[in-house]
């Protein structure tokens, strides 16, 4: 059976774990052909499950609430047909403790507490501080690593997260601070939270309901 996942899904996913993005960064998230994508978003929008918009000099695509259900509804179709359910789910469970750990280096990244101001920003000034978080995060994609092989030998749109998850983190140990938390590249942080919504979509979760 065939853990490989069709262009339509792929394409509506790909809207819902980027939340808002133009064709091109759609086309790749999933390595699909670019003409191919417009025409699978385009069919979306007329079925009323996409909606493309432009603002602050920016245009992307984004998923309506009757497309965030279809979603959902593929989703649980395709998990259904490879037998999958139970392993992505054992695979949340032992996610979660990482997410919590993940959301406390992040924090850390961003706020060095001083004896006058518990929120004070990190200036990226004490390198001992810094090189913790980083080994904090190592840690984190070492425990990834396994979690990410199990999803991906249950569908192949679900691999890949530990190694641009490592990319990210090889990035910040030389130095680029904003591969850490930023969300306009492809950091630690914004390949994680895509992840958590991969994962809670996958198996019908509402993110605000969870840890």
Sequence with gaps: MTRDSPPGLLVLHAVRI???ADTPMIAQRYGL???????????AEARGWAGHAAFAGTAGWSLTEPGRAENERQLAAELARVGGAGEVLDVYREFLPLNALLLRACTDWQLR????????????????WDARVLHELAAISRALTPLADRLGSVLTRLGGYDTRFTAALARAR?????WVDRTDVDSCHRVWFQLHEDLIATLGL???AQP
């Design 18 to 20: 980027l939340g808002f």
């Design 33 to 43: 052909d670019a003409t191919q994508t417009e025409e699978l978003l385009r069919d």
């Design 113 to 128: 507490p001083t004896s006058g101001d518990r929120l004070a920003a990190n200036d990226h000034c004490d390198p001992a």
């Design 174 to 178: 030389a130095g680029e601070s904003a």
């Design 206 to 208: 509402n993110r605000h």
